[in-house]
């Protein structure tokens, strides 16, 4: 069956940095745009970066410049670079399609960026 499974995730500082993975499994990993969208508390899940099946990437506006997405179609991973963190950036991220929803949501991984 379709799993996604986040990792990665902490407690850190304000300006500090995170690498999050997604695992991939049971789908074609490769034909598919994929994302990391993120929910912070009491808030709507949003968008947080995209990358096509090419190469492609999209950021939100708000993380632009400090994070960048990638992948490993071999491994059927995603991943997330997170430097300069902000205290606004804490919230559980997840990986999906891009087109939010397309597979079962994971569980997360929390990431709080506190002084």
């Known amino acids: 069956q379709v799993q996604l499974v986040e990792s990665g995730g902490g407690l850190v500082q304000p300006g500090e940095s995170l690498r999050l993975s997604c695992a991939a499994s049971?789908?074609?990993?490769?034909?598919?745009?994929m994302a990391w969208y993120r929910q912070a508390p009491g808030k709507e899940r949003e968008l947080v970066a995209s990358?096509?099946?090419?190469?492609?990437?999209y950021y939100a506006s708000s993380v632009k410049g400090r994070f960048t997405i990638s992948r490993d179609n071999a491994k059927n991973m995603l991943f997330l670079q997170m430097n300069s963190l902000k205290t606004e950036d804490t919230a559980v991220y997840y990986c999906?399609?891009?087109?939010?929803?397309?597979?079962?949501w994971g569980q997360g991984t929390q990431v709080t960026v506190s002084s």
């Open positions: 990358i096509t099946r090419g190469g492609n990437t």
């Open positions: 049971g789908f074609i990993f490769s034909i598919h745009s």
């Open positions: 999906n399609a891009e087109r939010a929803g397309t597979f079962p």
